[in-house]
């Protein structure tokens, strides 16, 4: 589980790439995080099965790539 806690992680480069975790099962940013990230990659994460992304998060997120599991299909 990767977690990341309320307001924290906003100063973070402008893209955040998670494809080096195969094995991560859960995903969880707090409120208030991560909100100078302009682009999100979920790819390769065949294990991943829940991602929580709380209030006021990504705020300045454009681009998002979910791949590679079966937390994004429908």
Request: proline share 3%; aromatic share 6%.
């Amino acid at each position: 589980m990767l977690r990341i806690p309320n307001n924290t992680c906003n100063e973070v480069a402008e893209t955040l790439v998670l494809t080096r975790f195969p094995n991560l099962k859960e995903l969880h940013v707090g409120s208030e995080s991560m909100k100078n990230v302009k682009e999100l990659v979920l790819k390769g994460l065949e294990s991943l099965e829940t991602v929580t992304i709380k209030n006021n998060s990504f705020l300045s997120c454009r681009k998002t790539v979910f791949e590679g599991s079966s937390a994004f299909s429908s």
